[in-house]
């Protein structure tokens, strides 16, 4: 795996090496003792799905406030995407700063985001398929969102306006004094 760093420290972009021959090709793309050799938590508690079936699509903000804070691993299976993280911990030099990054099934990048970040994305194709790693078990009570829209972020959606949940279009605006 070839990790690539990100702006925001902690947040990296993992892209396959490839061993290729006629067949295709075979490259791992977990590995414990190379996450935890980039000072990436390599722990999996739980693995998600995330089915879109329409373009523009926007899922997030998501965070799970402590102390069930995660750390996720995304990947796109089937169609594009474009995912989006903030970085939300209060001691950051990079607090309130997003990144912004394609994934895609044919490009096999995935993104590594550290605990402590709110996390979205927004389908760029029909029928977009992201598989999800996380370190932490799902805490109904300890999730929480920002609004996609939030000034505060200025973060650059490709496609306007975007498909949401009620939820996601009601979150509030995030005060960045907050603890996520």
Not at 88 to 106: I, Q
Request: glycine content about 8%.
């Amino acid at each position: 795996m070839i990790f690539e760093p990100t702006p925001l420290a902690g947040a990296v972009t993992v892209e396959l090496e490839r061993h290729e021959d006629e067949r295709g090709f075979f490259a791992r793309s977990f590995c414990r003792r190379e996450f935890e050799a980039q000072g990436l938590d390599p722990c999996v508690a739980q693995c998600n799905v995330s089915f879109n079936r329409r373009r523009g699509t926007l899922r997030g903000l998501h965070w799970q406030a402590a102390p069930h804070g995660e750390a996720k691993l995304v990947r796109v299976t089937r169609g594009e995407l474009y995912d989006v993280i903030v970085d939300l911990r209060p001691d950051s030099p990079t607090l309130g700063r997003w990144f912004g990054v394609e994934l895609t099934a044919d490009n096999h990048r995935a993104l590594y985001i550290p605990l402590g970040f709110a996390h979205g994305f927004q389908t760029l194709v029909d029928e977009v398929e992201v598989f999800y790693q996380m370190s932490t078990f799902y805490a109904p009570e300890a999730q929480r969102g920002a609004r996609w829209d939030d000034p505060a972020f200025g973060i650059h959606w490709p496609i306007l306006p975007p498909f949401l949940s009620q939820r996601d279009a009601t979150y509030p605006d995030y005060d960045l004094g907050a603890r996520p």
